[in-house]
């Protein structure tokens, strides 16, 4: 079963950093577009960014220009640059493939408050 491992959250102040990743497998990073989400209380899962085998990328508005996704295939390694946060980034971030097919991991925690 795959699993999908998700360090990297953390609190941090309003227009501040942080670099989430994200393990898997190989064949997982190979063959799948992979993406992050997140997720508030009270509201659905949604995807923020995703990033396909050939590395084209694509960005939901309200992060684009601010968010990064990359992926370090040697690694088995996916990540997420989060610059300029705002409160309104404070949710439980996942990755998953896109549309997501595996089961979730247990996410971690952006908090962006000053």
């Known amino acids: 079963q795959e699993q999908l491992v998700e360090p990297g959250g953390g609190l941090v102040k309003p227009g501040g950093s942080l670099r989430l990743s994200c393990r898997a497998s190989?064949?997982?990073?190979?063959?799948?577009?992979m993406g992050w989400y997140r997720q508030v209380p009270g509201k659905q899962r949604e995807l923020v960014a995703d990033?396909?085998?050939?590395?084209?990328?694509y960005y939901e508005d309200y992060v684009k220009g601010r968010f990064t996704i990359c992926k370090d295939n040697a690694k088995n390694t996916m990540y997420l640059q989060m610059n300029r946060l705002k409160p309104e980034d404070t949710a439980v971030y996942y990755c998953?493939?896109?549309?997501?097919?595996?089961?979730w991991g247990q996410g971690t925690q952006v908090t962006v408050s000053s």
């Open positions: 190989e064949n997982v990073f190979k063959i799948y577009t």
């Open positions: 998953n493939t896109a549309p997501n097919i595996l089961s």
């Open positions: 990033i396909n085998s050939g590395d084209d990328a």
